[in-house]
Every structure is written in C-alpha cells, then in structure tokens.
C-alpha cells in the first residue's frame, strides 16, 4: 500500500512552510506522525510530493529515518508539469491544486493508495480504517473518503474552509466546500452562504483513498482547465472536483470512511501551541515513541 503526502503548499496564512515546521517533542514535522501511523498499518511505500528546492532535503531527511524496508519517492510538483501538447507561457504564484500534486505521482503509483495533506494531524484509527479499506479495494476498485465530524476540525482563531459531505448511506454523493465556516456563539456558520451546520456534519479534510484510475481523470479535467479557463495564471485543480466528476460520470464509487479520530491542523499561526501539546500528550500517554524514529 502507497501513502502520498502533498507537502508542496504555500502556507499562506500560516505564515511560512508548516510541513517543515517542528511540532513533535523531538521537533518532529506533523507529517512523520502519518508516515509512522501509516507504516504501522502495513503501508510500505510513501511518496512526498513537495517544491522543487526541497526534493533533495526530505530524501536526506527520511532517508536516515525510515525502515530500510520502505520505499520512498520524493517528486517536485512542477509548473512545467502538463499534458502532452499543452504549453502554458504566463506566470503563477501557486502550484496548480491538489489534483496536480497527485498527478505528479502518475509514473511511480500503480496500485492503490492513501493521500492527504503533510500539514495535517489525521490520528491513528483513520489509518487503521483506512488500510483495511484499501486491502479490501483492491478487488472492487473502490475509492473511499476518510470523514471527520465537522465540530472537531474548527479553529478558535478564524474561519476555514471544509469540503461538507452528501451521503446516501455509506456512498458518497458530493463534497461541497465551504469556504468561511467558524463557530458563531453555540452556532456553526459558514459566513460566506449563510448555511449553519450541525456539529456532527462529516467533512472532508483531504484524506482519500484513490485507485490509478483518477490519474487520466486528472490529466482530463487538467487539459481542459488549461484550454477553457480565461485566466489559467489562476485557480486550481482540486481532488474533489474530479472526484466529483469520476461519481457523476459512473467512473467511481466512493466510500464514506468515518474517522474515528483526533484530527488538528495548523491553518493558523496560533494553532501551532495546541498541536504541539497534542503531540506531546500523545507521546506521555504511549501512543508514539519519542523520539518517534530509533
């Protein structure tokens, strides 16, 4: 089983490159906590999708960490990255999405696998449920979404943006994202469409389970997001939406997996202190060695 990580995001309103910030009580990254919990599982392939000027960096850095027996590639998420006969003369800030960042992985992927954001805390009992989902996909070629309650991904110091699930039984219908959603009182808002929430709502929080066949959906949905837009110096490719498109088109079917998990991420500088305790507590209490790499 594959796990990729995108660790290529910009950080913005944290301020600088989260996924290579200290937070474990060894100053560990926030990702090393799901590559530990994913090889605990029986993942034995980890693929790093990050910035050109850090390829080099994170193979130094895990490769004196991970068991000899993981492989590991790291691969730049790259501009110049684009389907066959598709130039793109302008400029752009931003990589191109988190669709773009799992295409990346296209030529060293070939089964099923496991992606989710490096900045994000995503708890043990997601991978358990995860991994066994995986094993049991490989025959189905189901997709599965791993889903967390709505009240427990919010951040006391501002809004975020939170992919809201549609279901129909355990089959996943749509991910809306919403993208101003904060705590109002005893109320939870997203301030830009006015809907409230209740607390239990499952969201998204970027952690799929994907076959190989979501790579030519990608380039699909990538192509014509580079013929069609006005401004392709703008906007992103986003998993969601060609997952969404995979359902609508009968391509895929996919799964609602309940986390059942702690998840904390860093949105904002202010968050970093309450992960780092998190963490802490996490290693006091048993849950991850310290130093988590021996």
């Not at 309103?13 to 910030?21: A, M, N, P, S, V």
């Not at 301030?191 to 969201?203: C, H, K, P």
């Not at 190989?212 to 990538?222: G, K, V």
């Not at 060609?242 to 009968?250: E, N």
Request: charged share 25%; with cysteine.
């Amino acid at each position: 089983m594959t796990l990729l990580l995108m660790a290529a995001g910009r950080g913005s309103r944290y301020g600088k490159l989260k996924q290579f910030d200290s937070f474990g009580p060894q100053g560990e990254f926030l990702m090393e906590f799901s590559i530990y919990d994913a090889i605990k599982n029986g993942f034995e392939h980890i693929v790093l999708i990050t910035q050109k000027d850090n390829v080099d960096y994170l193979k130094d850095y895990f490769s004196g960490r991970l068991p000899e027996a993981i492989k590991l590639d790291v691969l730049a998420q790259e501009l110049t990255d684009l389907p066959e006969g598709i130039t793109f003369e302008g400029e752009r800030p931003k990589p191109w999405g988190t669709a773009h960042a799992v295409w990346t992985a296209r030529e060293v992927i070939d089964g099923p696998f496991a992606v989710l954001n490096a900045d994000d805390y995503y708890g043990q009992p997601a991978f358990e449920h995860s991994a066994r989902f995986m094993k049991d996909s490989e025959e189905t070629g189901a997709f599965g979404l791993v889903a967390y309650t709505l009240e427990d991904t919010l951040s006391p110091y501002g809004s975020v943006s939170r992919g809201v699930c549609s279901r129909n039984g355990n089959q996943l219908v749509s991910v809306v994202e919403r993208t101003q959603i904060e705590r109002q009182g005893d109320r939870i808002v997203d301030s830009d469409s006015g809907l409230e929430f209740e607390g239990n709502t499952l969201v998204s929080m970027n952690f799929w389970v994907c076959q190989p066949s979501i790579f030519p959906q990608i380039e699909t949905d990538f192509r014509h997001f580079l013929e069609e837009s006005e401004d392709p110096s703008k906007g992103e490719i986003y998993i969601p939406f060609v997952i969404q498109d995979m359902l609508q088109a009968g391509k895929a079917e996919v799964a609602v997996i309940p986390a059942e998990s702690q998840w904390f991420g860093v949105t904002y500088s202010e968050d970093k202190q309450s992960a780092m305790d998190a963490l802490a507590k996490l290693s006091q209490d048993g849950a991850y060695p310290s130093p988590l790499w021996s």
